[in-house]
């Protein structure tokens, strides 16, 4: 899980989880990361339920990758990424991911209980016809249920079937614009938890908590599974 200190707006880790103890300098400042600190962010904060490390791909076999892994990370960040993973393929594994994150929000964030919608991060039509399902949607009817706040996934749409795989931060900021649109409908001044399996970069997540904010949200919290630890 996602321990102390972290970024206070993006979630951004600070200290290593990697068995032995050891501590990279913090890059936090006053509670917040150098990026939160210069990029305008328009949601309040996000949370993570925890880390996320991406596959290792510098080694020859996947089992010599799994020994190396283990040795330098503790297995539940394992198992998180794991479960983020398959959930791109099969809709049931947002069972388990579903139900910690609402965990997280009963016994870590209880300040999400008091939102008034769920709002999924939107996928393009395209997308969804190949995966057969939306993971952040999936997510959110599970976390609805849990904390009995509705969710609505018409309030965004995706308007081109493109990912952010690969790109860099700068190209992930251009690529985004005008990737999402608001739907007709417009918002009444309403708290929204805007729902996603990872944050990376935030591109995503950001240009969305904007736009709920432009048609009436009053706050956007992000609630993801998994934060992108690069430095680590």
């Given at each position: 899980?996602?321990?102390?200190?972290?970024?206070?707006?993006?979630?951004?880790?600070?200290?290593?989880?990697?068995?032995?103890?050891?501590?990279?300098?913090?890059?936090?400042?006053?509670?917040?990361?150098?990026?939160?600190?210069?990029?305008?962010?328009?949601?309040?904060?996000?949370?993570?339920?925890?880390?996320?490390?991406?596959?290792?791909?510098?080694?020859?076999?996947?089992?010599?990758?799994?020994?190396?892994?283990?040795?330098?990370?503790?297995?539940?960040?394992d198992?998180?990424?794991?479960?983020?993973?398959?959930?791109?393929?099969?809709?049931?594994?947002?069972?388990?991911?579903?139900?910690?994150?609402?965990?997280?929000?009963?016994?870590?964030?209880?300040?999400?209980?008091?939102?008034?919608?769920?709002?999924?991060?939107?996928?393009?039509?395209?997308?969804?016809?190949?995966?057969?399902?939306?993971?952040?949607?999936?997510?959110?009817?599970i976390?609805?249920?849990?904390?009995?706040?509705?969710?609505d996934?018409?309030?965004?749409?995706?308007?081109?079937?493109?990912?952010?795989?690969?790109?860099?931060?700068?190209?992930?900021?251009?690529?985004?614009?005008?990737?999402?649109?608001?739907s007709?409908?417009?918002?009444?001044?309403?708290?929204?938890?805007?729902?996603?399996?990872?944050?990376?970069?935030?591109?995503?997540?950001n240009?969305?908590?904007?736009?709920?904010?432009?048609?009436?949200?009053?706050?956007?919290?992000?609630?993801?599974?998994?934060?992108?630890?690069?430095?680590?």
């Amino acid at each position: 899980l996602l321990q102390e200190p972290f970024c206070k707006i993006c979630s951004s880790p600070s200290k290593s989880e990697m068995s032995g103890g050891w501590i990279r300098p913090s890059s936090l400042q006053n509670d917040f990361c150098r990026f939160c600190r210069s990029t305008p962010i328009y949601f309040k904060r996000a949370y993570a339920m925890g880390l996320y490390f991406k596959e290792q791909t510098k080694f020859s076999s996947w089992s010599e990758c799994k020994l190396e892994y283990i040795k330098r990370y503790d297995p539940p960040n394992d198992l998180i990424a794991a479960h983020i993973l398959q959930l791109k393929k099969c809709k049931d594994y947002a069972k388990p991911l579903g139900l910690g994150m609402a965990l997280s929000i009963e016994h870590r964030y209880p300040e999400l209980k008091g939102v008034d919608m769920i709002v999924p991060l939107p996928q393009h039509p395209d997308s969804i016809d190949k995966r057969g399902h939306n993971h952040a949607e999936e997510l959110s009817k599970i976390i609805g249920e849990h904390i009995n706040v509705s969710c609505d996934n018409e309030i965004l749409r995706k308007t081109k079937d493109i990912t952010m795989r690969g790109k860099g931060l700068n190209e992930r900021q251009e690529s985004v614009k005008g990737l999402y649109a608001p739907s007709v409908k417009q918002l009444n001044d309403e708290t929204i938890l805007l729902i996603d399996d990872l944050y990376t970069t935030g591109c995503n997540v950001n240009e969305c908590s904007k736009i709920l904010k432009n048609i009436g949200a009053r706050v956007v919290y992000v609630l993801v599974a998994g934060r992108d630890a690069p430095e680590y």
